[in-house]
């Protein structure tokens, strides 16, 4: 079970450059999301899905785009990168959208706007 | 809107030494809570959880009760060890009527265990 897989590990964009990055789980999981991870900031919600097909915003989605097409993959979209992208990105998912189910996440990624 | 408080880090510790570190929430309803580990160049993993209140969630040492009076989840363990260096984030997920699930964390507590 590789669990939940985001790609690429390390990426450098320079500004208003666009790039997608990847996320897919084999859990057979309903439930997906994006965070991203700044210093003093926890993690902040950025997209997140409820099953193949519906996407919903979090507190920060700016600038990104996301889409469900599949179960398994949920890849997160930045138009134009800015230099107040710069993050690391994670990708979680949790079998349904109950609130007593923790979620599974991604290594992350980590990436540089310059 | 829900928020999670957590102590200032880094906090450092002698091997075996006893830890807490405090978390308090402010949520409508009763949410359930969580406390995740993130260990260097790794996403988050599940460390423990409690639903309801009084609940206590445990796992490898680490507990933590869920107190709805002082609206706490303080995280606590006998005896750490080097392994545990990490950095410790508290959360909860509401319990809106017919709401999806929104994690709120909290901003992390890094944790340091010298030999």
């Known amino acids: 079970n590789a669990g939940v897989t985001q790609t690429p590990k390390f990426q450098v964009l320079k500004t208003g450059q666009s790039m997608t990055l990847q996320c897919a789980q084999d859990m057979n999981h309903e439930y997906m999301s994006w965070y991203r991870q700044d210093p003093g900031m926890g993690l902040r919600l950025i997209h997140y899905s409820v099953g193949a097909g519906i996407t919903d915003q979090g507190e920060v989605p700016n600038g990104y785009n996301v889409s469900r097409s599949t179960t398994e993959d949920f890849p997160l979209r930045l138009l134009s990168a800015a230099p107040s992208q710069t993050s690391v990105y994670f990708c979680?998912?949790?079998?349904?959208?109950?609130?007593?189910?923790?979620?599974?996440f991604g290594d992350g990624t980590r990436l540089s706007i310059l | 809107g829900d928020s999670v408080t957590q102590m200032e880090g880094p906090v450092t510790l002698s091997e075996e030494a006893f830890l807490t570190i405090n978390c308090t929430y402010t949520?409508?309803?009763?949410?359930?809570l969580f406390w995740y580990v993130q260990y260097p160049g790794e996403g988050l993993q599940l460390l423990l959880k409690a639903t309801k209140a009084d609940d206590k969630g445990s796992n490898k040492g680490f507990e933590a009760t869920y107190r709805k009076e002082t609206t706490s989840f303080h995280l606590e363990k006998g005896s750490v060890q080097v392994s545990d260096s990490a950095v410790y984030f508290c959360a909860l997920t509401p319990r809106p009527p017919g709401g999806y699930q929104k994690v709120t964390f909290g901003t992390g507590t890094k944790l340091q265990v010298i030999p």
């Open positions: 949520a409508t309803g009763y949410p359930s």
């Open positions: 979680a998912s949790s079998y349904s959208s109950s609130p007593n189910q923790p979620q599974h």
